[in-house]
């Protein structure tokens, strides 16, 4: 069987470590996972020319919205965030799962975070969609989505109202007005929530979904005020997780065969080159 991680760029994807490890655990000696440069252009032609050894896909953006057209079936959880990160293909069908909010909600569990009373997400984009959804599976039904141009966080908005949750929408300039806060989530690029730090320091626990370079300097503020701090990639992790158990039908997933394998591919990028 094969299964493959979509994007472009995509040769620095963590996604086919994590899945060859899982691989290697379970005993799927005959199943192979690669990396697969795509853009939105060639996403029709490539996935109609899939056979049937193809068990399944994952997907980076902008992929998640693309692939939607082309599928059977969505679940309910991909039509409400706006994007499938994970195509199973069963009996000739296709179909579009998202993990990314299971990885979320895991991993908050995973460093014992409680579910919030109250919440702010930085950034409008799509992890922030998925944000909010996991904030709505773990009870929340408000939340504040801060972003530079509100005017551009409509598809955000359009993913809080599906998802039964009130958002109220704040600029960065604002930012002190919605820090009252159990939990912040930030889905920003790796050095964009720098500038932040200091004002961000304060509030009890940090996700920030950048894995590399790690800490980065939002989160190191937070630990270093005693807050707890999760990065990006225990997301990472547990959306693959699910997606392994999703392609392979398997329950028994070795998941920390994966953390293992992940973390090692990260130390090795990282690692001055001798």
């Not at 379970?26 to 199943?31: E, I, T």
């Not at 992890?127 to 801060?146: I, P, Q």
């Not at 002190?176 to 820090?179: G, I, N, P, R, S």
């Not at 929530?193 to 300097?217: C, H, I, K, S």
């Given at each position: 069987m094969r299964a493959a991680v979509l994007g472009s760029p995509i040769v620095h994807s963590l996604s086919p470590h994590l899945h060859r490890a899982a691989y290697?655990?379970?005993?799927?000696?005959?199943?192979?996972?690669?990396?697969?440069?795509?853009?939105?252009?060639?996403l029709p032609g490539l996935i109609g020319g899939l056979g049937p050894e193809w068990?399944?896909?994952?997907?980076?953006?902008?992929?998640?919205?693309?692939?939607?057209?082309?599928?059977?079936?969505?679940?309910?959880?991909?039509?409400?965030?706006?994007?499938a990160n994970t195509v199973i293909f069963s009996d000739g069908a296709r179909h579009g799962e998202n993990t990314d909010v299971h990885g979320i909600v895991r991993a908050l569990a995973e460093a014992g975070v409680a579910p919030p009373r109250a919440a702010t997400v930085l950034g409008g984009g799509a992890?922030?969609?998925?944000?909010?959804?996991?904030?709505?599976?773990?009870?929340?039904?408000?939340?504040?989505?801060?972003v530079r141009d509100p005017d551009r966080a409509g598809e955000t908005a359009a993913v809080a109202e599906r998802l039964g949750t009130a958002l109220t929408v704040q600029t960065f300039d604002k930012l002190?007005?919605?820090?009252d806060v159990d939990l912040v989530v930030s889905t920003l690029p790796a050095g964009a929530?720098?500038?932040?730090?200091?004002?961000?320091?304060?509030?009890?626990?940090?996700?920030?979904?950048?894995?590399?370079?790690?800490?980065?300097?939002l989160a190191a503020a937070v630990?270093?005020?005693?807050?707890?701090?999760?990065?990006?990639?225990?997301?990472?992790?547990?959306?693959?997780?699910?997606?392994?158990?999703?392609?392979?039908?398997?329950?028994?997933?070795?998941?920390?065969?994966?953390?293992?394998?992940?973390?090692?591919?990260i130390v090795r990028r990282v690692a001055p080159e001798s």
């Open positions: 290697e655990g379970l005993g799927l000696h005959d199943w192979r996972y690669e990396a697969i440069e795509c853009d939105e252009a060639g068990a399944g896909l994952s997907l980076t953006m902008p992929l998640k919205r693309a692939v939607l057209p082309l599928l059977d079936t969505v679940s309910d959880l991909a039509v409400a965030v706006g994007g992890t922030a969609a998925s944000a909010l959804a996991a904030l709505r599976e773990l009870g929340l039904r408000e939340a504040n989505l801060v002190d007005t919605v820090l929530a720098d500038g932040l730090a200091v004002l961000v320091a304060g509030v009890p626990a940090l996700f920030d979904v950048v894995y590399a370079p790690w800490p980065t300097r630990a270093g005020r005693g807050g707890t701090v999760i990065g990006g990639f225990p997301m990472l992790l547990h959306q693959a997780v699910r997606q392994v158990e999703l392609m392979t039908g398997r329950s028994d997933v070795p998941v920390e065969a994966m953390r293992a394998a992940g973390k090692a591919e």
